[in-house]
């Protein structure tokens, strides 16, 4: 009865590829966010979907592109890895204007 | 943008005492939202508290307790008595309610409980 999960749970490629890694949540909650945390553990948002659609978008490469198929669903897409990439992505997700953040496990993702 | 600062980056403290652990933020809003979350070695993100800041009283959840100091734009958290699997990262975090909530986080303090 996991409420978020997202897989996969370590990531090791080489630089140049491309890879996915994907969230669900069945809390029924109608915003789904993207973290990363880097080796510093600071954590800073990617990006935020309500209801399928995109709310905020920080600053990050245009190598990262999220995907929401529907409102159960946040998965993000990263084009021609970096070293620089490598870090820990957490989905996340809030019911409403007042509740916490709900987290996946993270994704540990190494690029060598 | 709102920030966050936590000013101790690591803490110790001896099992069965109490620690706080420091928070402050800069924002200028009136309505938001204040919580504390635990990152334990497993690297799991869990809530411990949250504090609404149109309420006066502090948050408690069992051995945690919250000093939401409003105009002093502090909100600290107090263990009390500690115990080892409180050996985590925590991490303040500050909510301005949106269309997609922004939630913002502090550095983090590592907390270790020595035995």
């Known amino acids: 009865d996991t409420a978020v999960s997202q897989t996969p749970k370590y990531l090791v490629t080489q630089m140049g590829n491309d890879k996915s890694i994907k969230c669900e949540q069945n809390?029924?909650?109608?915003?789904m966010y993207w973290y990363k945390q880097d080796s510093k553990k600071f954590l800073k948002i990617m990006f935020s979907?309500?209801?399928?659609?995109?709310?905020i978008n920080e600053t990050v490469p245009n190598r990262f592109s999220p995907k929401s198929p529907d409102k159960a669903h946040l998965n993000l897409h990263i084009n021609s890895l970096e070293l620089g990439d490598s870090a820990v992505y957490f989905c996340?997700?809030?019911?409403?204007?007042?509740?916490?953040?709900?987290f996946g496990n993270g994704t540990r993702l190494t690029v060598t | 943008a709102q920030t966050v600062t936590q000013s101790q980056p690591e803490m110790s403290v001896q099992e069965a005492e109490t620690v706080t652990l420091s928070c402050t933020y800069d924002?200028?809003?009136?309505?938001?939202?204040l919580f504390w979350y635990k990152q334990p070695p497993s690297r799991q993100m869990i809530l411990v508290i949250r504090q609404e800041a149109y309420k006066q009283q502090n948050a408690t959840e069992n051995r945690f307790s919250v000093n939401f100091q409003k105009a002093a734009k502090s909100f600290s958290l107090k263990i009390s008595d500690s115990q080892l699997g409180d050996t985590a990262m925590y991490f303040c975090a500050f909510m301005k309610p949106l269309t997609g909530n922004q939630f913002y986080f502090g550095t983090g303090t590592s907390l270790t409980v020595i035995p």
């Open positions: 979907y309500n209801n399928k659609e995109l709310i």
């Open positions: 996340a997700s809030s019911q409403d204007r007042r509740s916490p953040l709900h």
């Open positions: 809390l029924g909650h109608d915003t």
């Open positions: 924002t200028s809003e009136n309505n938001y939202y």
